[in-house]
DNA sequence: GGGTATTTGTCCGTATGTATT
DNA sequence: AAATACATACGGACAAATACC
């Protein structure tokens, strides 16, 4: 009837930290002084930490301690901007109060389209798309990571810049539209959630085990034609980010929490 | 230098995973067995298995076995709507082919507003609001679970439907508009991701280790003021849900995958 | 830099409980 | 009722990471 004994001195452990009693960023005792204190084994205190680490409540380093977790403050991405002339394309990060973002250069390839990347972009699989990559940083905190597809005909009638490892300012949608008269008219952005791969929990500095997940947000750009003229996957720690949709007339915010 | 063994097999039994050698659904060896085969002890082979559950690649029953993971068919939510005519307010699940959705019955509460309540609706922290709070399930499986908070002046002066455990048809936008003259003129969504509380996990069958992680959405509509007059709170479990959002024009969507 | 104490990580063996077939 | 398979719990040993002197 009872729960097991590690679930119970979890339970005890999270209303410790749920109350505050302890802190986040506090150090817990230790595994053998918790092993007195609740009269378990090592190891079942190992479990009940193993059960709130997944939970995403405390973490351990090895060498030191086990400790409550501080929460990241939040960065908020809005999604909704006018897709002629604002960021629209590529998805940008607004910053906050003395928030300093940091894009890396683009990392460009030539790649064969994978069976997602062709459907999005309706072109056949296989066909050479250019890839442009780049990794975001926040106050020195690794944020997210985004590739953007493009068919590669576009470098062919004359959008050359795209295969060259440069920021294109002001924005790739004014220089195709400059270049090619391809106009964006809208995207449809594709949100997901999945665990991350190792190369993402790396960059990241996610723990390996996949407790905590990413968005992976596919937007796919149109032109005038109604016809998709780019894809652009981004992926974002769901820790650290959060988003914001506005439909129709939205007073502007001013966020406070 | 070698990563550990328990890593070292989580590793190979992914690898069969994900070249489909193991199909999903399919049962692993036992724990007796995996111990012979790699020549480990059960402790180290439940490792292994530990950390294949908490990445969400196989699930494990008691008395049965070991499974490789059914991957859920996602049901996805368009997110962006005409939000003076279209649903707007609750959001509204749209089934595919064949799905069945079922809403239950709204449970409605007087509540005192909670500090996130208050500031969205731009109330006093304290006064009291109208909770409406519904479940609901697509083809018999729990899907999501949302709350609408309105002010509860809005009863005072006449919109006493509020109040009633039925649902509003044709729906609450309008119905606050025929009786209040309260128009809806835009939203906001605010999406975040979060761990599920033991209410959550036990409603979506979801494992209370908090390895499947849930969307929130926090929908605030504005009247032709600019004044908040509703906050919708919905949770959707990740693993079996994806959102849609569009910007401009965007040719429809025929959906293949 | 080295050495030592502390703390968590890995691995083993064993016993017993619980859920399912 | 019996067999099977995973879940819980214990105790012990050594490794690896970190901090401190």
Redesign the interface.
């Given at each position: 009837m009872a729960s097991p004994m590690y679930r119970q001195i979890a339970e005890d452990l999270r209303a410790q930290i749920e109350s505050k009693e302890l802190s986040p960023g506090q150090q817990l005792r230790t595994e053998l002084e918790l092993r007195e204190h609740y009269g378990a084994s090592r190891n079942t205190v190992r479990d009940a930490i193993k059960?709130l680490t997944?939970?995403?409540l405390v973490e351990t380093k090895p060498g030191q301690g086990t400790f409550v977790v501080r929460k990241i403050d939040?960065h908020?991405t809005m999604?909704?901007?006018?897709?002629?002339t604002g960021p629209?394309g590529d998805i940008t990060q607004h910053s906050g109060v003395g928030q300093v973002v940091i894009s890396s250069d683009p990392q460009v390839e030539i790649q064969k389209a994978t069976p997602?990347v062709a459907?999005a972009l309706r072109i056949a699989e296989g066909s050479q798309v250019v890839s442009r990559h780049q990794k975001r940083h926040i106050d020195g905190t690794p944020w997210s990571m985004q590739t953007t597809f493009y068919p590669m005909g576009f470098v062919l009638k004359g959008a050359d810049r795209l295969i060259q490892a440069d920021d294109i300012v002001p924005g790739t949608v004014s220089y195709l539209a400059d270049t090619l008269g391809l106009r964006?008219?809208?995207?449809?952005?594709?949100?997901?959630?999945r665990?991350p791969d190792a190369t993402e929990a790396n960059f990241f500095n996610l723990p390996l085990?996949?407790?905590v997940?990413l968005?992976e947000i596919f937007r796919t750009g149109?032109d005038q034609t109604?016809t998709p003229m780019r894809l652009t996957v981004s992926v974002y720690p769901?820790d650290r980010n959060?988003?914001?949709?506005?439909?129709?007339?939205?007073?502007n915010?001013n966020i406070?929490?």
């Amino acid at each position: 009837m009872a729960s097991p004994m590690y679930r119970q001195i979890a339970e005890d452990l999270r209303a410790q930290i749920e109350s505050k009693e302890l802190s986040p960023g506090q150090q817990l005792r230790t595994e053998l002084e918790l092993r007195e204190h609740y009269g378990a084994s090592r190891n079942t205190v190992r479990d009940a930490i193993k059960l709130l680490t997944t939970l995403g409540l405390v973490e351990t380093k090895p060498g030191q301690g086990t400790f409550v977790v501080r929460k990241i403050d939040p960065h908020v991405t809005m999604l909704t901007t006018d897709p002629k002339t604002g960021p629209g394309g590529d998805i940008t990060q607004h910053s906050g109060v003395g928030q300093v973002v940091i894009s890396s250069d683009p990392q460009v390839e030539i790649q064969k389209a994978t069976p997602s990347v062709a459907e999005a972009l309706r072109i056949a699989e296989g066909s050479q798309v250019v890839s442009r990559h780049q990794k975001r940083h926040i106050d020195g905190t690794p944020w997210s990571m985004q590739t953007t597809f493009y068919p590669m005909g576009f470098v062919l009638k004359g959008a050359d810049r795209l295969i060259q490892a440069d920021d294109i300012v002001p924005g790739t949608v004014s220089y195709l539209a400059d270049t090619l008269g391809l106009r964006q008219i809208g995207y449809r952005d594709w949100i997901k959630v999945r665990t991350p791969d190792a190369t993402e929990a790396n960059f990241f500095n996610l723990p390996l085990d996949g407790r905590v997940s990413l968005y992976e947000i596919f937007r796919t750009g149109f032109d005038q034609t109604g016809t998709p003229m780019r894809l652009t996957v981004s992926v974002y720690p769901t820790d650290r980010n959060q988003f914001i949709v506005n439909v129709g007339d939205v007073p502007n915010l001013n966020i406070t929490s």
